[in-house]
């Protein structure tokens, strides 16, 4: 299973104050941690929201914000995608991670939604199509 | 100190088989390090567990639950050492360097788990895929010491019964441990050799998760979960070898297809006919990269090309493709070409010639397939008749394509394909 693991935006972040050398030198290390367990499938960044927009929808109306957004703690600073066993893996993993932030800072975990939990609605019954017959042993050697 | 999960015995439970998880390769590999034996390093690593699963609920999970569980391993280790002490040399002479050790324990085992764990892994890694045990007992052995999976997880995940497991985990340790085969990472030439068979290992447990279906238990898919994980751990343990990435480009492009690949009713969906667009982006990109590093590796060495990394290009060709229309054939036809160099197989050229017909027309592709049609091994295999029937009705040979569809009808096991060949050979006898 696969989990979204995000970095929370600060005051700091917000402000696009850079970490310091020492975090990014303890964040790289835990990053190598994560990718020789092979758990680490991807990972970035984010600049703070003064440079993102939102758009707001209602109905079939799309607006336009610009940020920066005020709910600094509900921003998103950066984030990971892993592949754990277990949310509990995710979060022992999380727990060795270096605080991201100078001061106070959350991490937060969300499981990412795998096709089969959207059930037989995510995949409308296919038809058997005509096949050629060829191609079907060129895909079973794929397989 | 890290904020520890509501004691409830659940969580604690469920938070014990991460840590086990994230924590049993590692201990298990420092632990043979020290006591030269795989097997009692594990019944080490298991009465770690045993202590961990008693003490934790009543105290939480410690900070750092690896050097707990190595300094209890340590711990029983040197006790059982001394109860040996007077029946065994072997076993005296190692007490003082486990006490010596132990003293040092606590400040400095991060240091030392740090120091060694790459190098005692890959040792674990080589031994568990031993060529010395057999194939079924070398994957069980992996999943156990390296995926951390229990005897029931692997049971459960091949369809077989926990004790037969058990018991072959059991008799691969002893023969392990008969053997004396040392606890090293293999150089020169055996090296490629004994690589190879971790790479065979690891896809084994690959395509077992692969041939999965929608009903199985959840532990039968997640394999490849596992398989890939192992791949990616492998590749930074030997981050220098063209094939380790080949196996992971592989893994990683055919995993992007597991969502894609079969109907609600379970129905396999064939590679052509899939939705694209339920392929996974993420794992085709990391697929590439791994395979960009694969060719750039082998490269360096002389340029040829690995098994692993011959396949992973093919089913690149499949996943640059936004349509099945875009494939380049005539590539995949040159790759099955030079697969066929490195690992001579009659279904690889029944691969090619399927390539060669899709990029040249049938006629060039008949003309391999009637090759293989004298073939032993591809006696009894339905899609030799199956592809050369397809390649004869393209050519409009309607007769001789009819009878090959009626003798694939006979071959096959499957329900469904033998009505669909059976409609087939009707068709062409219709049209002859």
Same mark, same amino acid.
């Given at each position: 299973?696969?989990?979204m693991?995000m970095v929370?935006?600060t005051?700091? =972040? @917000?402000?696009?104050? !850079?970490?310091?050398?020492?975090? &990014?030198?303890?964040m790289?290390k835990?990053? %190598? ?10 990972g ?7 440079k ?10 799309r607006t336009?914000?610009d940020?920066?957004? =005020? @709910?600094?703690?509900e !921003?998103?600073?950066?984030?990971? &995608? ?6 509990? %893996?995710?979060?022992e ?5 270096p ?6 800072s ?7 939604f ?10 409308p019954?296919?038809? @058997?199509?005509e096949?050629l ?11 | ?15 014990i ?6 924590e049993?390769a590692?201990?298990?590999a420092?632990?043979?390090?020290m006591?030269?034996d795989?097997g ?6 298991q ?5 961990a ?8 999970v ?6 707990w ?12 050492f001394r109860?040996h002490?007077?029946?065994d040399?072997k076993h ?5 360097e486990?006490?010596a050790k132990?003293e040092?324990i ?15 892994l890959l040792?674990l ?8 045990l057999a194939?079924?007992a070398r994957?069980?052995l992996?999943?156990?010491l390296?995926?951390?999976l229990?005897?029931d997880e ?5 369809l ?20 004396r085969?040392?606890f090293?990472v ?5 090296l490629?050799?004994r690589l190879?068979s971790?790479?065979e ?5 690959f ?6 279906t ?12 596992d398989?890939l ?29 597991l969502r894609a690949?079969?109907?609600?009713s379970?129905?396999?969906i064939?590679?052509?006919?899939q ?19 694969a060719?750039?590796l ?5 340029g ?14 499949h996943?640059?493709a ?5 494939t380049d054939w ?17 279904i690889?050229e029944l ?6 017909a899709?990029a040249?027309?049938?006629s ?6 009637d090759d293989?049609?004298?073939e032993a ?9 199956t ?19 009626q003798?694939?009808?006979?071959l096959t096991?499957?329900?469904?394909e ?6 087939r050979a ?5 049209k002859?």
């Amino acid at each position: 299973m696969r989990f979204m693991v995000m970095v929370k935006a600060t005051k700091d =972040s @917000e402000a696009g104050v !850079l970490p310091s050398e020492a975090m &990014l030198s303890a964040m790289g290390k835990y990053n %190598e941690e994560l990718v020789k367990a092979g758990i680490m499938l991807a990972g970035e960044g984010l600049q703070p929201s003064s440079k993102g927009a939102r758009v707001r929808f209602s109905g079939d109306k799309r607006t336009v914000v610009d940020g920066p957004f =005020s @709910e600094t703690k509900e !921003l998103v600073a950066g984030f990971w &995608l892993w592949q754990c066993r277990s949310k509990e %893996e995710a979060i022992e993993w999380v727990k060795r991670c270096p605080n991201p932030m100078p001061g106070e800072s959350e991490i937060e975990i969300r499981q990412v939604f795998e096709a089969e939990d959207f059930g037989e609605e995510f995949t409308p019954e296919l038809r @058997e199509r005509e096949r050629l017959l060829g191609e079907q042993i060129a895909a079973n050697a794929k397989r | 100190m890290a904020d520890r999960l509501p004691a409830t015995a659940g969580n604690v439970q469920r938070t014990i088989d991460a840590v086990w998880r994230m924590e049993s390769a590692k201990l298990i590999a420092a632990l043979t390090r020290m006591v030269r034996d795989v097997g009692v390093a594990e019944d080490l690593a298991q009465d770690a567990l045993v202590a961990a699963l008693e003490r934790w609920p009543e105290t939480g999970v410690p900070d750092n639950p690896g050097a707990w569980l190595m300094a209890a391993a340590k711990r029983r280790a040197i006790d059982q050492f001394r109860q040996h002490a007077l029946h065994d040399r072997k076993h005296q002479e190692l007490v003082p360097e486990f006490e010596a050790k132990q003293e040092a324990i606590v400040p400095e085992l991060d240091e030392a788990l740090d120091d060694h764990v790459g190098d005692d892994l890959l040792r674990l890694v080589f031994i568990a895929c031993h060529p010395i045990l057999a194939r079924e007992a070398r994957v069980a052995l992996t999943l156990r010491l390296l995926g951390g999976l229990t005897t029931d997880e692997i049971a459960r995940a091949f369809l077989a019964s926990e004790p037969t497991v058990a018991q072959r985990i059991v008799r691969a340790k002893r023969t392990l441990s008969e053997a004396r085969v040392p606890f090293e990472v293999p150089r020169g030439t055996e090296l490629e050799a004994r690589l190879s068979s971790v790479l065979e290992v690891i896809y084994l447990i690959f395509n077992e998760g692969y041939a999965a279906t929608a009903g199985d238990d959840w532990l039968r898919p997640a394999l490849c979960e596992d398989a890939l994980r192992l791949g990616r751990i492998l590749a930074g343990l030997v981050p220098d070898e063209s094939e380790v990435h080949g196996l992971v480009a592989l893994m990683e492009i055919q995993a992007s297809r597991l969502r894609a690949r079969t109907a609600p009713s379970g129905e396999p969906i064939l590679l052509l006919d899939q939705d694209r667009g339920r392929w996974d982006r993420l794992l085709i990109r990391r697929g590439l990269a791994a395979l960009v590093r694969a060719e750039q590796l082998a490269g360096s060495r002389g340029g040829t090309l690995g098994t692993y990394t011959l396949q992973a290009s093919i089913a690149a060709c499949h996943a640059r493709a936004r349509t099945p229309g875009e494939t380049d054939w005539s590539r995949i036809a040159a790759l099955y070409d030079a697969l066929s160099q490195v690992m001579p197989s009659p279904i690889v050229e029944l691969n090619r010639a399927v390539a060669v017909a899709m990029a040249f027309g049938p006629s060039a592709g008949l003309e391999i397939v009637d090759d293989l049609v004298g073939e032993a091994s591809l006696k009894n295999y339905h899609l030799l008749p199956t592809v050369r029937g397809d390649l004869l009705a393209k050519l409009g040979r309607h007769a001789e394509a009819s009878d090959e569809f009626q003798r694939a009808a006979g071959l096959t096991r499957n329900a469904r394909e033998k009505t669909m060949l059976l409609e087939r050979a009707a068709e062409a006898a219709r049209k002859s």
